[in-house]
């Protein structure tokens, strides 16, 4: 069982294929596993389906099926690169190639792309938020530290619902990279929780995600877990009812 000692202990093995706690030593997570981390923190529920069971209110007011704050597990060092780890292991049964290097989208996935940079062994290149656009969603790159001609590169998110900043990035790389690049045919994701599975993108790519879950949300008079019976509580001072 995962506790919050085990979870700041748990360090990656040297060959990047497993997980060390104190003398112990583990295959990297599941899914699963990483779910009940997100749990531990506070940081991450999916509805069990169950209509005895709670669902949850968002900051927003409206009713979901599902949450993730997915920067208070990247936070740890350690927790970050394991999840890099199992991200890479993800990516590669799905036929990862040869990359130059990788990016991740400002700011969110800065750092877990970093992880995954180094550990595959190659350069991190790094965007970042157009400072002209009050909205945060347009993105650049600076040309002082460009990738060089032909660069495959890995796109890389820590957390996708809709990708619109995963597009808004590689956007950025295109326009801002002195030199043309190509792109890995798929993208490495941590978490993708859309409000429909797609995982083909609409520049060919296609979405390899770690953890997947279909997550809703609705205004609360459509909410159809409310309809099932399910009762609406706030995450941060239902915690033990939510995740029960």
């Not at 005895?52 to 936070?75: D, T």
Request: neutral net charge.
């Amino acid at each position: 069982m995962w506790t919050m000692e085990k979870l700041m202990g748990i360090r990656l093995s040297h060959d990047a294929r497993r997980v060390e706690f104190k003398d112990e030593v583990w295959r990297l997570p599941s899914p699963d596993d990483v779910l009940e981390w997100f749990k531990l923190f506070r940081a991450g529920w999916v509805y069990s389906g169950d209509p005895a069971r709670a669902h949850a209110i968002l900051h927003s007011g409206k009713h979901s099926n599902g949450f993730f704050l997915v920067k208070r597990l990247l936070s740890f060092g350690n927790l970050r690169e394991i999840a890099a780890a199992c991200m890479i292991a993800e990516l590669r049964k799905a036929g990862l190639g040869k990359v130059d290097g990788v990016y991740g989208s400002p700011y969110s996935s800065i750092l877990l792309a970093g992880d995954i940079g180094r550990l595959l062994g190659v350069k991190t290149f790094v965007p970042e938020k157009d400072p002209s656009d009050p909205k945060g969603k347009k993105m650049i790159f600076k040309p002082d530290d460009p990738a060089p001609e032909g660069s495959v590169l890995l796109g890389i998110e820590e957390l996708v619902t809709t990708f619109d900043s995963g597009e808004a990035t590689k956007a950025a790389m295109i326009a801002g990279n002195p030199y043309p690049v190509t792109f890995a045919p798929i993208v490495g994701v941590l978490v993708h929780r859309p409000p429909e599975i797609v995982h083909a993108l609409p520049d060919g790519r296609v979405i390899v995600p770690f953890i997947e879950r279909q997550v809703d949300a609705w205004d609360p008079a459509q909410c159809p877990l409310c309809a099932a019976g399910s009762k609406a509580v706030l995450p941060k001072t239902n915690w033990a009812e939510l995740a029960a």
